[in-house]
């Protein structure tokens, strides 16, 4: 019984961020406006985008928010900026930390691709093209050590010229 009630939990949550009242918004989680970005319903935002280890949050927290005056630039679209009051669900989603060395600027998207069929974010902060064929610092969110493993050696196995070193949970 237990297994169907969290399988209808499960159901409901999905179905409600379905039809958030913002779909791409910034959400500013500390003073140092570290940002990530989410979906607004109710004045709660859940986090869709990898925020960095040191601001506390996880990737899929649920967030209360308050709606500032200010939008920012994505891409070419201007997107609301929301305020974090405090976490109302943590995610539990762990963030493992690696030294990652990419042969071209692509990888990053193959990467990128990679985790998202498994659900889960990397983030490379501040990702530039003059980074390519240097160790950068990589974020990533996965459910355990093991996955991110497999993630990763699938992605190096196709990418030979790629590495990851280092890997440890933040």
Same mark, same amino acid.
């Given at each position: ?17 379905? +039809?958030p009242d913002v779909r791409l918004a910034t959400v500013i989680l500390d003073q140092e406006e570290n940002q990530a970005? *989410?979906?607004? /319903?109710? *004045?709660?935002? %859940?986090?869709? #985008? ?11 927290? %649920?967030?209360?928010? #308050? /709606? ?13 900026? +929301? ?25 990053? +998207? ?11 974010? %990397?983030? %490379? ?5 003059? /980074?390519? *064929?240097?160790?950068?610092?990589t974020y990533c969110s996965s459910n355990n050590l093991t996955q991110v493993k497999a993630i990763l050696k699938k992605?190096? #196995? ?13």
């Amino acid at each position: 019984m237990n297994f169907l009630k969290n399988i209808s939990d499960n159901l409901k949550f999905k179905f409600y961020w379905k +039809f958030p009242d913002v779909r791409l918004a910034t959400v500013i989680l500390d003073q140092e406006e570290n940002q990530a970005y *989410g979906r607004v /319903k109710n *004045g709660y935002a %859940i986090l869709e #985008s990898l925020p960095l280890p040191k601001t506390g949050y996880h990737y899929k927290d %649920i967030v209360k928010v #308050s /709606k500032t005056d200010k939008v920012q630039l994505y891409r070419e679209d201007k997107i609301q900026e +929301f305020k974090s009051q405090k976490v109302y669900r943590r995610s539990n989603t762990p963030t493992f930390v690696f030294a990652l060395k990419l042969a071209e600027y692509q990888d990053y +998207f193959l990467l990128q691709e990679t985790f998202r069929e498994f659900e889960h974010k %990397i983030l %490379i902060p501040n990702f530039k093209a003059d /980074k390519i *064929g240097q160790w950068t610092i990589t974020y990533c969110s996965s459910n355990n050590l093991t996955q991110v493993k497999a993630i990763l050696k699938k992605f190096t #196995s196709s990418n030979n010229n790629c590495k990851v070193k280092n890997l440890e949970i933040v």
